[in-house]
């Protein structure tokens, strides 16, 4: 791993002349953006592609300068990367994901004038630490309503990366919103793998054969919030000839062509547009700390309607929206045999 390490250095020092805290690539003055993305890096056509597609945005829009590195797969080099992003003068540096929490609340003491952004943890409370959370479990819960509401068999599944707080989060809201609407639907889940092995955000084999199983047990929707591993959900959905629900894209426009057509809804989070303006505020000198929370009266989260598929649902679950984002339905965050 050192090799790797010393490796990654010498790109960035090539960029930043080494010093300890000098100005990153990019024009004399301008902002550089560190970006340190979750597993998989760029091209999971899910999370990271999101937040990738935030920072393409900003560099064309605001000017900015970027550096993107992603870790291994044993995710051993979280500590590293934040390191060398920071320490090659890339300010603000964005971490990807919440299982960077760790390695943030190490790494950012050392670089105070370094303004650090995590999303999806609030866990980190530094004064030079941004936490920018989701409320996915109000996106979940329409498309968990969308899935009952579709569901002709009365059985619904769903398939999560690694079974953690924000995670659950997902499954919280997808099977409240279900069981909202249909209260003797039957839901099964399952998560890919448990801290600390992150495995199954990029394990498509074993998401298909989890969703094969509840296919074949009578589930006609199966909702992956798996990343990359969300792939085989759909393979296993286009094999059964069923429904399955995409996550924090539009997924039935990201994945290839020929797996369109079985994805029936995605939960949306507004990635983009939360690390866009985020970065907008860093380069005009705006503070930035704090947790910044986007959820479906911000905006943050919703869901897709690509496809047509719930034209003669929607109207039920705009009604369900009013109702989350003027607060009379409350979401919960956890599942209930958790609480």
Known sequence: MLVRVLAVLAALCSLAACGAVSPAAGKKGATSVGVAFSRGGRGDRSFNDSVGAGVDRAKAELGVAAKELSPNAAGSDLEEILRLLAQTGHNPVLAVGFFYAQPLAKVAPAFPRTQFVIIDDATVKLPNVTNVVFREEQASYLV??????????????????????????????????????????????????????????SAPDKAQEAARGMYDGGADVVYHAAGASGLGVFQAAKAAGKWAIGVDVDQRKTVDPGLAGVILTSATKQLDVAVLSIVRDAVAGRPIAGVREFGLKEGGVGYATSGGELADIQPRLEELRKRIVSGEIKVPARPAESR
Do not use: H
């Open 144 to 201: 968990g309503a969308a899935a009952a509401l579709k569901s002709a068999s009365g059985k619904i599944g769903f398939v999560g990366g690694v079974q953690t707080p924000p995670q659950e989060k997902f499954l919280a809201g997808y099977a409240a919103g279900a069981r909202a609407v249909k209260p003797g639907i039957q839901l099964s889940s399952v998560f890919m793998s448990q801290p600390p092995d992150f495995s199954g955000f």
